[in-house]
């Protein structure tokens, strides 16, 4: 095993460490605080698909975080209420069952990142950074202002979604679920990077000049890229409702589509468990440091700081070295 | 006469007042090694450019393989089956040799949309790419990344992405730039065959390999076609020598 493989591994099993040893001296809260992990790891990995292999700097990934928590908010809050989300032309009802939601979310994520997608790649850069943070927050102001969902409130649901087989409710099972969930799409994921797309895909990053003179259209690359990274991000939007069994317009601001990216840049931007890494850290610091003090952003904001000065390959890169091209 | 395959008609690029691109008409037939030269600013990288679809034209049109490709986006050209290569080399330089070769392969097969199987592991591709990095010698730095390959051997990457291209036409701008005096050798002996696969639209600046492999040689001056023909007819040409060749002694 290389390095960074085993560093990989190390940082990965130490989130079900963290849970079992949690369990086993009856902190649920610890058990809470590594679901909260997992699901911000996976929210990560989804914009990393966009931002580390894409190259594409969308601060508007909170649009698919909230569309997924919404679709969760939403088909719950009808199923709790015993009404119909819609009558006519056909009976759409809510639902409880996650599978179901997950579906929905993913799906209505996806069409949101390949609109989204497909009027902001026409621009590159800072206006690409900017047009999508419209859209964000163009999501997020709808959100406040449709009341039949709570508006500014928000949702809340009152017991957790189920999952057949399984009893949600229970932390350390609905723990396992979300890491099972992470686990899959980071294999997924790592498979992507190494697959015909994700070779096209990341050398568009490089050169989209290249990328065109074998016959391949960047354009059409990058929008593939971003609805799978929409896609996953809006998956963890829904299990971060189902955690909180709460959804309010905040999932939608920008900044959690900040959180998000600041997870990638902690852990390594590009780097397969960088996501991981990043979201370990950054909700490690804000349980040590929130105690302390209100401020205790500033203390990660400075670590931001150094990290993009110092160590431009963020935790990993830093503990694994310089990232070997795979061949 | 031969139908030619790739054809300019009264082809014009304006930049601002520079007219860098002025009623170019020249074709490239099959088999033969058509060059372009010129002194530094005459227009030959602009020409390149129009014909991939890199710059638009002012006006007049580009036609190849018996349809005009004035109006198709460059990676419609390159589909169509230009294979290029770029004065700057313009590569992928966080990937290996072997990626960028794998890349063009890629592009050729047409079979992008795959997102769970290694690249790397389909072995057509890379046999395929491996075989055009050996045609060019780079086959024992394959594995190199390529940003750590030398000016000269990123010269050689740009052609053998080319060949996996399989392309009806290459057009190369300046493949012996860098190179050194046994790599330009090898490369004119390796571009002398490669006619034979499909002809080949060259710029450069090496006057031996120039009027040792062409066809047929046109001279651009600002922007005009000056002179097309034979090396013989070329060396020949009053006007060639007053506008660019005695240059060159002086
Ligand atoms: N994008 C551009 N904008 C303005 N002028 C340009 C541009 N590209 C090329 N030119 C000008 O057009 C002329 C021809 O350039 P070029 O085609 O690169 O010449 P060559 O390849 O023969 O050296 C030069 O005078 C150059 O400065
Ligand atoms: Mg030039």
Known sequence: ?327 | MIEPLLETRDLCKNFGALQATDHVNISLVPGEIHALIGPNGAGKSTLVKLIMGSEQPSSGSVHFAGADITDLRRPERARAGLGRTFQISSLAMEHTVLQNAVLGALGRSGRVMRFLWPVMSDKALVAQAEQALERVGLADHRGALTGELSHGQRRLLEVAVALTLEPKAFLMDEPMAGLGAEGSARMTEFLDRLRQEAPILLIEHDMDAVFQLADRISVLVYGRVIATGTAAEIRANAAVREAYLGEEDA
């Open chain 1, 1 to 327: 095993m290389t390095r960074a493989a085993m560093i990989n591994a190390a940082l990965f099993a130490m989130l079900p460490i963290t849970a079992g040893v949690a369990l086993a001296l009856d902190e649920p809260f610890i058990i809470t605080l590594a679901t909260k992990v997992a699901i911000l790891a996976l929210a990560a990995v989804g914009l990393n698909i966009a931002l580390g292999l894409g190259g594409l700097v969308s601060l508007g990934h909170a649009a698919f975080f909230g569309i997924g928590g919404y679709a969760m908010g939403i088909l719950a809050h009808h199923a709790q209420s015993y009404t119909p989300l819609m009558e006519l032309p056909f009976l759409i009802e809510g639902t409880k069952s996650m599978p179901v939601i997950w579906l929905v979310a993913i799906i209505a994520s996806a069409l949101a990142a390949l609109a989204i997608g497909a009027l902001s790649l026409r621009t590159t850069g800072v206006y690409f950074i900017m047009i999508t943070l419209a859209f964000g927050q163009m999501l997020y102001y709808f959100a406040i202002s449709w009341p039949a969902y709570g508006g500014e409130d928000g949702l809340s649901i009152y017991v957790r979604n189920g999952f057949p087989g399984l009893n949600t409710l229970v932390p350390i099972q609905f723990f396992g679920l979300c890491f099972a969930v992470l686990a899959v799409v980071l294999w997924a994921s790592g498979r992507l990077a190494r697959s015909a797309f994700g070779l096209a895909l990341t050398a568009a990053r490089q050169n989209p000049e290249r990328v065109e003179a074998v016959g391949l259209t960047p354009y059409r690359l990058r929008l593939v890229a971003f609805t799978i990274s929409g896609a996953v991000t809006g998956l963890a939007g829904a299990l971060f409702a189902d955690l909180n069994r709460f959804v309010s317009p905040t999932m939608f601001s920008w900044q959690m589509s900040g959180e998000i990216m600041i997870f990638i840049i902690l852990g390594g931007v590009g780097r397969l468990f960088g996501p991981v890494a990043g979201a370990a850290l950054f909700i490690l610091l804000e349980h040590l440091l929130s105690g302390v003090t209100e401020f205790w952003l500033i203390y990660v904001g400075a670590l931001l700081l150094l990290v993009v000065l110092f160590a431009r390959g963020g935790l990993i890169g830093s503990l694994a070295g310089r990232e070997v091209a795979h061949d």
